[in-house]
């Protein structure tokens, strides 16, 4: 393939990307939480292409992007439940799991054969420009090599898929910074709905909405427990959580003040905190850091999504001896 282009978030730029979606290539653009590696969700050939492109291990389902929730509903089913929730969350960083409509023609690698389908509506007016151009519904998981650090910029895009994808359309630094919480209400009726994966919408946020959430995997789900894998965001650098001061070898990463050293948060200020830390990561491995010790993080708010992330980075790194996206 030849040199991925850098495209600018133009009127042409746009035009271009949307251009290349249809034609079944593969766009990375920006989302509110990370870049994502885009292509039309209808042809099975360009959904293929993102596995081969990131060198994902398997057919773990992927997020179908869309404009708006007119065009949600031509790809799921909607109850009131999560028309009110998409009214409340949408756009913005929260994915829902729900019925694959009939005909909606998702080509079956993007749903891995199952009978649903997670979809959101990302927040940037340039994404959602570049969606309702495309046309399509779009599946995007995140834009970096598995098992490797989620991207928040388009450099980091180039980085880890520069010659393997046809576009990076630059759409500056995601605010957010971690991935968007992935919400399932497609259990039994009568279900609680499911928190699947916690991201960049505050589990207290669903809760205020929704009265209770269940967390982990839906029951019909398994065995491939979908959004439950243990999947590397990994860094370089060896991880220990929740260490109150760095031991010798260590460099110590604070939630907090930290004069001179590294910190998510000189405000220990959870959504800074979700902001920085992908960045923080590559700059730690960029400046030759071997090992973190990194503060306690309070599982609230954007903390919750920060820790599972952490978790997961610091997670064993046998090749095989989990799933990575
Ligand atoms: O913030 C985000 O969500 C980013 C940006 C690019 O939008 N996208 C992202 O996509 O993280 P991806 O494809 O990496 O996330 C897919 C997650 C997986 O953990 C998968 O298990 C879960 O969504 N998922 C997808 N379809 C599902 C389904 N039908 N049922 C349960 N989980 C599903
Ligand atoms: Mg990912």
Known sequence: MPRTDLLPATDEGLARAAALLRAGQLVAFATE????????????DAVAGIYAAKGRPSFNPLIVHVPDLAAAERVAVFDARARALAAAFWPGPLTLVLPLRDGAGIAPGVTAGLDTVAIRVPAPATARDLLART?????????????????????HVLEGLDGRIAAVLEGGDCPVGVESTILSLAGAPGDA????????????????????????????????SPGQLLSHYAPRARLRLSAPRAEAGEVYLAFGPAPGGWTLSTAADPAEAAAA?????????????????????????????????????????????????
């Open 193 to 224: 709905p499911r928190l699947l994966r916690p991201g960049g919408i505050p589990r207290e946020a669903l809760e205020a909405h929704l009265g209770e959430v269940e967390s982990g995997a839906d029951a019909k789900a398994t065995p491939t």
């Open 33 to 44: 939480t990370v870049y994502g590696l885009g292509a039309d969700a209808t042809d099975a």
């Open 135 to 155: 046309r399509r519904p779009v599946a995007a998981p995140s834009a970096n090599p598995s098992g490797r650090i989620s991207p928040t910029r388009a450099a």
């Open 277 to 325: 830390l992908f960045q923080t990561l590559r700059d730690m491995d960029a400046a030759g850091i071997a090992r973190i010790a990194v503060a306690p993080i309070p599982d609230a708010g954007l903390g919750l999504a920060i820790n599972d992330r952490l978790r997961r980075a610091a997670a064993p790194r046998d090749p095989g001896d989990a799933e990575a996206d």
